[in-house]
């Protein structure tokens, strides 16, 4: 916003400096002052449609736009013509078995790639993905999450656990906003598995934005769900023995920065 305003400062400045010149008794200075007021007349223009852009209100610019089905098939068709040809040695690998060393666990926001901004391939990550990236505490009833905890730990043998939070994330919306789950009970009940983080930020309701609120959620979450993973047996057991590390993580969809949390310190820094 500064650097816009002092952009638009100079364009003034300019406009009245070309003024002067077009009155000038002189034809060569009167043409060129015309030349320069055209090309001002356009840098005002598109400093008026960029700022507009840069200060409308996040729900008014567009969203990112799924891919259809056909364009999702055509990517399958691709992918079996021009890129399987040069990797059939690297998935006839991969169907040997897999050996990852890292379970992570993340949202099912359509928004994140853990391949892409972790820079890894097909059998380097097992992933358990959920709204919210929610770990529900272990009760010995069963479960996807429990199943592939357990599984990963005992049977992989993975050496660490990150879960991975994020931006503008739907359920921690939904957790801040819980009026607006009213038509959708199933999620509703999910998200009473982060009740915890709910009820940490009543007092904070007051004195910050909405923005500030969801961040803090997606943070405490993180924290809780970490907690939650304590109540699984495997892990207990791994941890214990020295097998087995947890880590927290946030990712910022718009800037592709990382956070950790930093267990000794006590608060997120960046990776």
């Not at 993340?106 to 901004?117: A, E, G, K, P, Q």
Request: proline share 4%; glycine share 8%; aromatic share 8%.
């Amino acid at each position: 916003m500064f650097l816009t305003c002092m952009a638009a400062l100079a364009l003034v400045l300019l406009m009245i400096f070309c003024l002067r010149l077009s009155v000038s008794p002189d034809w060569w200075w009167r043409r060129v002052s015309i030349l320069l007021m055209l090309v001002l007349l356009f840098s005002c223009s598109g400093l008026i449609v960029s700022s507009a852009i840069l200060l409308s209100p996040p729900s008014s610019r567009q969203k990112a736009e799924g891919a259809s089905i056909d364009q999702v098939m055509e990517g399958v068709r691709r992918f079996q013509r021009d890129v399987l040809p040069g990797e059939r040695e690297f998935f006839k690998r991969l169907a040997q078995g897999q050996a990852p060393r890292v379970l992570l666990i993340t949202c099912s926001d359509s928004r994140i790639d853990v391949h892409l901004f972790t820079q890894t391939r097909p059998g380097d990550l097992f992933i358990l993905r959920n709204a919210g990236n929610i770990v529900p505490p272990h009760t010995g009833a069963g479960g996807s999450e429990a199943a592939t905890i357990e599984y990963a730990i005992s049977v992989l043998k993975v050496e660490h656990i990150i879960v991975v939070g994020h931006s503008h994330c739907g359920a921690m919306h939904g957790l801040v906003h819980p009026e607006e789950l009213s038509g959708l009970p199933s999620v509703a009940a999910w998200m009473e598995h982060a009740r915890q983080v709910r009820e940490k930020l009543e007092d904070a309701l007051d004195f910050f934005d909405d923005q500030a609120l969801l961040q803090v959620a997606v943070e405490e979450n993180v924290l809780l769900q970490l907690k939650n993973l304590l109540t699984h047996p495997a892990v207990r057991e791994a941890l214990a023995g020295g097998r087995l590390a947890l880590h927290g993580w946030v990712f910022e969809i718009e800037s592709g920065q990382v956070m950790f949390f930093d267990e000794r310190a006590g608060k997120w820094r960046k990776l």
